[in-house]
């Protein structure tokens, strides 16, 4: 797989964070983000709720506006930002007085870290900006997996002995390939929910990985990581299971909640004890993310948009 420069569709820039600007029709006051139970917070859980609510002020009435919300991870990956257009939305206009729109996201399942969000009021054309606040907002998400962009609930089958649990990895850990004459990976296949082979899926649609592997003899206390890399280079998740004696080990990820683009596999077998690698492979297969509404970033995650407008 080719690694592409970094596009503004991904990315953010930090540079920007924290600056206001736009044309000042309406003008956002001030931007709370919310656990479940409506509690002002500024850190949450991975897999948890958060809402995050715009007051804002119209001096002119304006026509056909549109509301946005997006979250960064602080290093500028851009992970999710959608808006009321996307989602199907028409405002035909907002009237002089006070206002409020929120957006709550559902079982967030970004992995744990320091996050920005950005929130904005846009013409319907997302041209010109009535008010703009850059990644002014932080919050942080509690976890474990550190090194994963996405917390993605998986399954293995075919014989693993365990889950491998949340052991750290990166990708440094697949920077180099390795060889090894005691085991190899023979095949990495994706399939549908029917087990029929394909390289394309919808963004949220059941996707599983067929994996073969070669074993000259059994081996103990060794590891399968299966990681999902985007084609910038970004790691979006890893799985680790602990390997038995099977030869065909199925990893199915019930809901992948990627967001369009390209992605790769690369695979590794790791010694438990100290994590040093018995053999590495990468770019054993693609395959592509299509999303219905062209949403921007890396993860989908379900929202519920609400407002009061004056």
């Known amino acids: 797989m080719t690694i592409t420069k970094n596009t503004l569709k991904w990315w953010a820039d930090t540079d920007e964070w924290g600056q206001v600007w736009g044309t000042r ?77 929120s957006i709550k996201f559902k079982d967030i399942p970004l992995g744990s870290g320091r996050y920005k969000i950005s929130a904005a009021i846009w013409d319907k054309k997302e041209i010109l900006p009535y008010s703009y606040h850059a990644g002014g907002y932080e919050f942080t998400i509690r976890g474990h997996e550190k090194a994963h962009a996405l917390n993605m609930p998986h399954r293995w089958s075919g014989k693993p002995s365990s889950e491998g649990g949340s052991m750290e990895a990166d990708l440094g850990d697949f920077k180099k390939e390795i060889e090894s004459t005691l085991i190899d990976i023979s095949s990495v296949k994706t399939v549908n929910r029917f087990g029929i082979g394909r390289d394309v899926f919808k963004s949220r649609e059941p996707m599983s990985l067929h994996i073969r592997l070669g074993l000259k003899r059994p081996i103990d206390g060794y590891c399968l990581r299966i990681a999902i890399v985007r084609r910038d280079a970004i790691l979006c998740h890893i799985a680790t299971t602990m390997l038995g004696g099977g030869r065909n080990i199925t990893l199915t990820y019930p809901c992948i909640s990627l967001l369009g683009g390209d992605y790769a596999l690369s695979a590794g077998i790791f010694d438990r004890s100290n994590l040093k690698p018995l053999m590495v492979r990468n770019g054993l297969c693609g395959f592509k993310i299509v999303c219905r509404n062209n949403y921007h970033g890396l993860a989908y995650i379900g929202h519920t948009w609400d407002w009061s407008l004056p």
Do not use: M
């Open 25 to 101: 029709e309406a003008e956002i006051a001030s931007v709370k983000l919310l656990d479940s139970s409506g509690k002002i917070v500024d850190s949450i859980d991975s897999g948890a709720d958060l809402t995050v609510k715009v007051d804002f002020y119209v001096r002119e009435v304006i026509d056909s506006p549109h509301f946005g919300v997006a979250i960064f991870r602080e290093d500028g990956l851009y992970c999710f930002g959608p808006n009321t257009v996307q989602d199907g939305f028409t405002i035909d206009s907002i009237n002089k007085g006070a206002g409020w729109f």
